[in-house]
């Protein structure tokens, strides 16, 4: 059975790969045959038979295209991917759109310390109350979890609001209601129903902090027995009730709210990890000459593999009182070192074009071009 080889030219159509990713873009279409004459040749064609058909040569380039692609995209996925994570899977194409950074990820890993301070994140904050009776100092909080339909293991206590109202509300105002009609203008714009105080019309900002920095001062020292201990399930308060008083008001969270370790996307399906950055197969027209290059070497290096591969199938081949030794080896193993060697040299060739280095370069530059100009001599002006 002689199965036709490499006949020294081709003529490639659509169809002719394996998996056809870039058979309709005319310019790989014309490359393809380019390619598969600059391998030939490169093997040593026509000095040598070369044991393979066009569509091992079309194979190759368009393996060679896409392991370009998948090298750089893959960078420009890791690169990206703070940006990427949690947007809508129907961003579109990131091929052809530019990345914008954002703080979106890095402000969903600071939730978490909202939530222990107080000053937001993604656990709710829930509010109830303790109703104070005369001569009861500590109160089991397993009663208050049943009070607000909460298990006592699932319940955290943050905030005990066991103080005095806000200084804001207890600062006197001299001159409040004394005909100066400040009083109604602060009503018209809506400030009236926070304070009393309307100083800080006639006074500067600093007076008012001043004077609000000694009410919670005063607080602190002379009123310093009004406080709490909350020991496991066990609130105690000091001081002691003297008279069945108002409620005192707590927050609590759920820790089991805590423990939810998904993100809420509001029923919308988004980017969780680097397989879905919509990155897809480049465009073979769209590549470069640099680009090309490195495809165009990185392609012969598997044209090699696969003609090694063909050629081991039949290390030694006798031919009347002698015999051809063939080179499966050394073309499996120059193959190989290329190979890597390839993918190293493009690898690297990403890291120099990081946003990283890119940045440290223009740093440099203007450093060195500041150093520069101080060996320019300055023109004296003479009027």
């Known amino acids: 059975m002689n199965i036709p080889i490499w006949p020294g030219s081709s003529s490639f ?5 394996p998996f056809g990713f870039y058979d309709t873009d005319s310019q790989f279409q014309t490359d393809a045959d380019k390619f598969s004459q600059f391998c030939a040749l490169r ?4 000095i040598v038979d070369i044991e393979l058909q066009n569509i091992n040569f079309y194979t190759a380039f368009e393996e060679a295209v896409t392991t370009y692609g998948n090298e750089l995209f893959a960078y420009q996925a890791s690169q990206n991917f703070l940006s990427f994570q949690g947007a809508p899977l129907t961003i579109g194409s990131a091929n052809t759109n530019l990345p914008k950074p954002n703080l979106a990820s890095v402000i969903r890993l600071t939730d978490q310390y909202g939530v222990e301070t107080g000053v937001g994140g993604s ?4 509010s ?6 005369k001569g009861v100092q500590t109160y089991d909080l397993t009663d208050f979890a049943a009070q607000e339909g909460v298990s006592p293991g699932d319940l955290e206590i943050k905030r005990v609001f066991y103080h005095a109202p806000p200084a804001i509300t207890r600062y006197f105002d001299p001159y409040a209601g004394t005909g100066t009609g400040m009083t109604q203008l602060m009503d018209s714009f809506g400030f009236g129903g926070g304070s009393p105080a309307i100083n800080f019309m006639m006074m500067p900002l600093n007076y008012d902090l001043q004077k609000i920095q000694a009410i919670e001062l005063n607080d602190q020292i002379r009123r310093s027995q009004y406080t709490f201990e909350l020991v496991g399930n066990k609130l105690k308060i000091f001081p002691i009730p003297k008279g069945n008083v108002t409620n005192l008001w707590l927050n ?10 998904y993100a809420d996307t509001g029923g919308v399906d988004v980017i969780t990890n680097i397989s879905q950055v919509p990155y897809s197969n480049p465009v073979y027209s769209a590549v470069n000459s640099i680009g090309r290059q490195w495809i165009f070497e990185y392609g012969l290096a598997l044209v090699k593999e696969i003609l090694g591969y063909v050629r081991g199938k039949y290390s030694n081949i006798p031919i009347p009182d002698a015999e051809i030794t063939l080179n499966q080896s050394d073309l499996i193993a120059s193959a190989t070192a290329d190979k ?3 993918l190293e040299r493009l690898r690297e060739y990403f890291l120099e074009t990081s946003r990283s280095e890119l940045i440290k370069r223009k740093a440099e530059e203007a450093d060195s071009l500041q150093k520069e100009l101080q060996y320019i001599p300055f023109n004296i002006f003479i009027g």
């Open 13 to 17: 159509q659509p169809g002719d790969t």
């Open 43 to 46: 093997l040593g064609y026509p």
């Open 123 to 126: 656990v709710d904050w829930y």
């Open 128 to 133: 109830g109350s303790i109703y104070l009776t």
């Open 252 to 261: 609590y969270i759920k820790k089991s709210d805590r423990n939810i370790p």
């Open 340 to 342: 890597n060697a390839l």
